[in-house]
C-alpha cells in the first residue's frame, strides 16, 4: 500500500513558478514509477509527467515540455514536479499517482492516488 499526500499549489500569475510535491508513505517508495496528472474542470484527467523508480527516466506531455520538471528524492519518499513559465491553461487539480510498473501515460493504469492541489494560473 501506498499513499500519497500533494502539497504546493496554489494561485500564480502567468509567468510564474510553482513547485508540487508528493510524499508518499511505504517502505518501497523507490520501486514505484511515479506520475502527475491534472485534471481541468469539465475536462478528462489528462498525464503531465512521470518518472522511473530510479529517476533516470523521465516523461512529459507535450504542452509542458521545457517549462515542468519532474524529479524524486527517494531517500525522502517524495517526488516533485517544478512548474516555469506557468500559463493560464495549466490551471488544473494536479494529482501525483504510483504504478509498481514500468512507465505508462494512461490514468487508469496507476493504482494510487494522492487528494490533489489547486494550481490557478491568472492571467
Known amino acids: 500500500q501506498v499513499q500519497l499526500v500533494e502539497s504546493g499549489g496554489g494561485l500564480v500569475q502567468a509567468g510564474g513558478s510553482l513547485r508540487l510535491s508528493c510524499a508518499a508513505s511505504?517502505?518501497?517508495?523507490?520501486?514505484?514509477?511515479m506520475g502527475w496528472f491534472r485534471q481541468a474542470p469539465g475536462k478528462d484527467r489528462e498525464f503531465v509527467a512521470a518518472?522511473?523508480?530510479?529517476?533516470?527516466?523521465?516523461y512529459y506531455t507535450d504542452s509542458v515540455k521545457g517549462r515542468f520538471t519532474i524529479s524524486r528524492d527517494n531517500a525522502n519518499n517524495t517526488v516533485y514536479l517544478q512548474m516555469n513559465a506557468l500559463k493560464p491553461e495549466d490551471t488544473a487539480v494536479y494529482y501525483c499517482?504510483?504504478?509498481?510498473?514500468?512507465?505508462?501515460?494512461?490514468?487508469?493504469?496507476?493504482?494510487?492516488w494522492g487528494q490533489g492541489t489547486q494550481v490557478t494560473v491568472s492571467s
Open positions: 511505504g517502505r518501497t517508495f523507490s520501486s514505484y514509477t
Open positions: 499517482a504510483a504504478r509498481d510498473r514500468p512507465y505508462s501515460r494512461n490514468y487508469y493504469a496507476y493504482d494510487y
Open positions: 518518472i522511473s523508480w530510479s529517476g533516470s527516466n523521465t
